[in-house]
């Protein structure tokens, strides 16, 4: 089992930057992959970023602006989300899955309770 736990969501103004921060329980982080993905109200979940030993993925709605990393030793993956729009308002969800990425909320196993982000104009 893995327990995942979000921080860093907020209220912020279009143009910041907000650092999002998840907590991954177990001796095996090393070798999962973890995803960034954010629900909007009344819309689908979406994937924002992956990044496993396949390299960094990212939606094409974020792409020059969040970039996701790890640190193993502290079994942490990040979320840093520069200029942001308030297209960017969501849950933002951390998960995880064992070996590649995917995309899809479908190929993940194991999931955060998800940290509010709020972009004002």
């Known amino acids: 089992q893995v327990q995942l736990v979000e921080s860093g969501g907020g209220l912020v103004q279009a143009g910041d930057s907000l650092r999002l921060s998840c907590a991954a329980s177990?001796?095996?982080?090393?070798?999962?992959?973890m995803a960034w993905f954010r629900q909007a109200p009344g819309k689908e979940r979406e994937f924002v970023g992956a990044?496993?030993?396949?390299?960094?993925y990212y939606a094409d709605s974020v792409k020059g602006r969040f970039t996701i990393s790890r640190d193993n030793a502290k079994n942490t993956v990040y979320l840093q989300m520069n200029s942001l729009k308030p297209e960017d308002t969501a849950v933002y969800y951390c998960a995880a899955r064992p070996g590649y990425h995917g995309f899809d909320v479908d190929s993940y196993d194991y999931w955060g309770q998800g940290t509010q982000v709020t972009v004002s104009s």
């Open positions: 177990g001796r095996t982080f090393s070798s999962y992959a």
């Open positions: 990044i496993s030993w396949g390299g960094r």
